[in-house]
């Protein structure tokens, strides 16, 4: 026997109405680009003055589910991780094409999880998921890709494949190549990598069982990270002298809106808009060896009414 061939695998997902009814009408479905999702299991040693050398006895301390399965950025899929991430979607349209409006909400959705791995070999069902943490990130030329960091309250080994599982996205992947990028209100051409972050500090509670009674969502931050080619003092200036023709160090944080906007039509298009960012990094290098200076800039949204904006655009209509 070979072995099972590593790159049999998918990933699928759903919405739950509520936390302990999954829903295994699974509304999404595509392969694997990288990462994984699978169950979880905590164990621990007992410890106690029995006179022996010896590491005590283990037992399990709690059961769940989770991992960061990472995709490919698809009009027809990424919406749903995006809701997982930030909360709320808004939908408006009608066939063939649809805009789904991503923004925060104090409350995460639960999802039912499902992946395989071989062909009808292992497939499992993981109930009760919230996105911990979303990336999305590109370079230039390269693909946008999405991470996202899941954890589960369960998981529920499979003897079938559900009756339901939708058709595997066979859409061309975004890429750096369909940028638009707006920094501080003036569009440019400089930025050549984009990685947008969205974590939700989820933790699980255990009470009196070893499958956690929930998984619950703590404080959200977003953060940004881009390559900039290094060409005017303006940024710079902002962020260590508080003005464009700043030159006293200040105290004061400028207020940096950022949009990124993917577009491979005007009918698909993905794009993120933070209006109200402030740069944590913006650190000017020389090169001995006379490259031109890039600036790997971070930044970090502020508390505003919606910290990110997500919209996309394309012919799904869930």
């Known amino acids: ?56 006895d283990s037992y399990t301390r709690s059961l769940g589910a989770g991992g960061s399965p990472e995709v490919y950025v698809r009009d027809d899929t990424i919406h749903q991780l995006l809701e997982g991430a930030l909360g709320a979607k808004a939908t408006t349209g009608a066939g063939p094409d649809y805009t789904h409006t991503l923004t925060p909400a104090n409350t995460l959705p639960y999802y039912t999880v499902y992946r395989s791995i071989g062909t009808s070999l292992l ?77 939700n500090n989820v933790s699980t509670q255990q009470t009196d069982d070893a499958i956690v009674y929930d998984v619950v969502e703590g404080l959200r931050e977003v953060t940004i990270g881009y390559r900039m080619i290094f060409e005017t003092l303006d940024e710079y200036n902002k962020f260590h002298y508080g003005a464009v023709g700043g030159t006293v160090q200040s105290v004061n944080l400028i207020n940096i809106p950022l949009v990124f906007t993917f577009a491979k039509s ?43 904006t997500a919209v996309v655009k394309g012919q799904s209509a869930t």
């Open 266 to 308: 005007a009918s698909n298009e993905i794009s993120f808009t933070m209006t109200n960012t402030v740069y944590e990094e913006y650190p000017v290098q020389p090169d001995p060896g006379g490259d031109p200076i890039v600036v790997d800039v971070r930044a970090r949204t502020q508390r505003v009414a919606s910290v990110v």
């Open 1 to 56: 026997m070979a072995g099972v061939s590593g790159n049999i695998a998918q990933l699928a997902w759903a919405k739950q109405t509520v936390k302990g009814t999954p829903n295994t009408t699974y509304s999404k479905r595509t392969n694997l680009a990288g990462g994984n999702v699978e169950p979880s299991k905590e164990t621990d040693q007992l410890s106690e003055t029995d006179s022996t050398r010896d590491v005590g």
């Open 123 to 199: 497939m499992e069902q993981f109930n009760d998921c919230k996105v911990n943490e979303l990336t999305i990130s590109t370079e230039a030329g390269g693909p946008l890709t999405a991470s996202a960091d899941i954890i589960g309250r369960s998981a529920l080994r499979l003897a079938a494949p559900p009756g339901s599982l939708p058709a595997i996205s066979t859409q061309a992947p975004y890429s750096m190549n369909e940028a638009a990028v707006s920094v501080a209100g003036s569009a440019t051409s400089l930025v050549s990598s984009f990685e947008l972050t969205i974590t």
